[in-house]
T-cell receptor
Framework: NAGVTQTPKFQVLKTGQSMTLQCAQDMNHNSMYWYRQDPGMGLRLIYYSASEGTTDKGEVPNGYNVSRLNKREFSLRLESAAPSQTSVYFC?????????????FGSGTRLTVV | GEDVEQSLFLSVREGDSSVINCTYTDSSSTYLYWYKQEPGAGLQLLTYIFSNMDMKQDQRLTVLLNKKDKHLSLRIADTQTGDSAIYFCAETPDGNKLVFGAGTILRVKS
């Protein structure tokens, strides 16, 4: 099993460009998440999808949109990239967030906005 | 709001024990987690503890939970150079999502 797959692994954007980060999981998990990681700040939740067909804002949603395309796929879109969005982005999934199953993380997308 | 707090850095010698501490914010968190992140990689689940437990042991790892003080610790026995990484604690305040601390960088000197 591949687990959680993120594409691309690296990306450089110019300010104002748009892009979509892709995430797919093959574990039949119900819940999926997008986090960003910045030095000294841990991981901060951008958006999450508790189940197929639902999405909710996390701690830092501004400048982002998401789509839960189906049970497997959860994409993150930057409509107009800004330097403040330079970060490492992680997608994660879990079978049931309230039952101690833990979250499986992808290997991350390293995004630089210049 | 309050943050999940961790010390930023810990340095130990190979073979010693490491203790990484965390103070979480929400006493209703049902599960509390420890994750490990190696350079350039994603987060890997190390262990977790259910809120009605005081201690959980898993090979070299021991998790202690003090619910009264909202304090969580991770002890790594016989620390090895391969344990060098960033360690994150995380809580589940509303059962829907993980909230992470800033991470503790563990450096193991040989």
């Amino acid at each position: 099993n591949a687990g959680v797959t993120q594409t691309p692994k690296f990306q450089v954007l110019k300010t104002g460009q748009s892009m979509t980060l892709q995430c797919a999981q093959d574990m039949n998990h119900n819940s999926m998440y997008w986090y960003r990681q910045d030095p000294g700040m841990g991981l901060r939740l951008i958006y999450y999808s508790a189940s197929e067909g639902t999405t909710d804002k996390g701690e830092v949603p501004n400048g982002y949109n998401v789509s839960r395309l189906n049970k497997r796929e959860f994409s993150l879109r930057l409509e107009s990239a800004a330097p403040s969005q330079t970060s490492v982005y992680f997608c994660a999934s879990t079978k049931d967030p309230g039952r101690g199953y833990g979250y499986t993380f992808g290997s991350g997308t390293r995004l630089t906005v210049v | 709001g309050e943050d999940v707090e961790q010390s930023l850095f810990l340095s130990v010698r190979e073979g010693d024990s490491s203790v990484i501490n965390c103070t979480y914010t929400d006493s209703s968190s049902t599960y509390l987690y420890w994750y490990k992140q190696e350079p350039g990689a994603g987060l890997q689940l190390l262990t977790y503890i259910f809120s009605n437990m005081d201690m959980k042991q898993d090979q070299r790892l021991t998790v202690l939970l003090n619910k009264k003080d909202k304090h969580l610790s991770l002890r790594i026995a016989d620390t090895q150079t391969g344990d060098s990484a960033i360690y994150f604690c995380a809580e589940t305040p509303d059962g829907n999502k993980l909230v992470f601390g800033a991470g503790t960088i563990l450096r193991v000197k040989s």
